[in-house]
């Protein structure tokens, strides 16, 4: 099992509050309060932080504080659309270009992603996700756009998971991820890239839920 450093576990908690209403648009966070509420170390917090305001999720403004983000969806959704582009001709080169070690990890990382479907967890789910996501990046041989990819994955990490508690969507995501995954196994460069753009721009459908809540809670 994979051990998932402090940072990245108080920066999950943080992601899922926010995004949850806990800590509410244009709400300052006390680094001192979240100290004790996490039972850990300043470290940990500062970089937790530091990771949500590269996400937009928080704006670390000086000799001020940090800010809770006033959500632009729109913002959010432009890049997911660009996101799915990325994923598409990532796709499109690793069916062409996959070796059959990295098939194999493939198969693994989706057996990984079914057994938390199974389970609901959302969380372990999204590290699974993740690297099945990772290795058809790793496998484009194209360093530039496994970079840029990459980046932006980072920046829209906190929406990609909450989407993962819209009612069914993992199983759905799941059954995408096969499709995917099929494709580029047959070598077929079309259909993967269309299944990897498809599977991307979803998620973005599955956000109008969390349109309404960031308005409410905005406007209370």
């Given at each position: 099992?994979?051990?998932?450093?402090?940072?990245?576990?108080?920066?999950?908690?943080?992601?899922?509050?926010?995004?949850?209403?806990?800590?509410?648009?244009?709400?300052?966070?006390?680094?001192?309060?979240?100290?004790?509420?996490?039972?850990?170390?300043?470290?940990?917090?500062?970089?937790?932080?530091?990771?949500?305001?590269?996400?937009?999720?928080?704006?670390?403004?000086p000799k001020q504080g940090t800010y809770v983000t006033e959500l632009g969806i729109s913002e959010v959704a432009e890049r997911f659309e660009v996101m799915a582009e990325l994923e598409g001709m990532a796709a499109r080169l690793a069916a062409g270009r996959i070796e059959?070690?990295?098939?194999?990890?493939?198969?693994?990382?989706?057996?990984?992603?079914?057994?938390?479907?199974?389970?609901?967890?959302?969380?372990?789910?999204?590290?699974?996700?993740?690297?099945f996501h990772g290795i058809i990046n790793d496998s484009c041989g194209n360093d530039y756009l496994r970079q840029q990819a990459f980046a932006l994955k980072r920046v829209l990490q906190p929406y990609r998971r909450l989407q993962l508690r819209v009612p069914d969507r993992m199983r759905r995501s799941m059954a995408e991820h096969r499709v995917i995954a099929d494709a580029i196994a047959r070598g077929d460069a079309a259909a993967a890239e269309t299944a990897a753009r498809d599977h991307v721009l979803v998620q973005v459908k599955e956000f109008s839920n969390l349109v309404r809540t960031w308005r409410q809670l905005s406007a209370s």
């Open positions: 099992m994979i051990r998932v450093p402090e940072s990245q576990r108080v920066r999950d908690a943080l992601e899922n509050a926010v995004l949850d209403g806990h800590y509410r648009p244009g709400e300052r966070l006390d680094p001192t309060q979240l100290e004790k509420e996490f039972g850990c170390s300043r470290t940990p917090i500062r970089e937790a932080l530091q990771a949500l305001e590269r996400s937009g999720l928080v704006q670390i403004r059959r070690d990295a098939l194999a990890e493939l198969e693994v990382a989706l057996q990984e992603c079914e057994q938390h479907a199974i389970s609901g967890d959302a969380d372990a789910y999204y590290y699974a996700n993740a690297r």
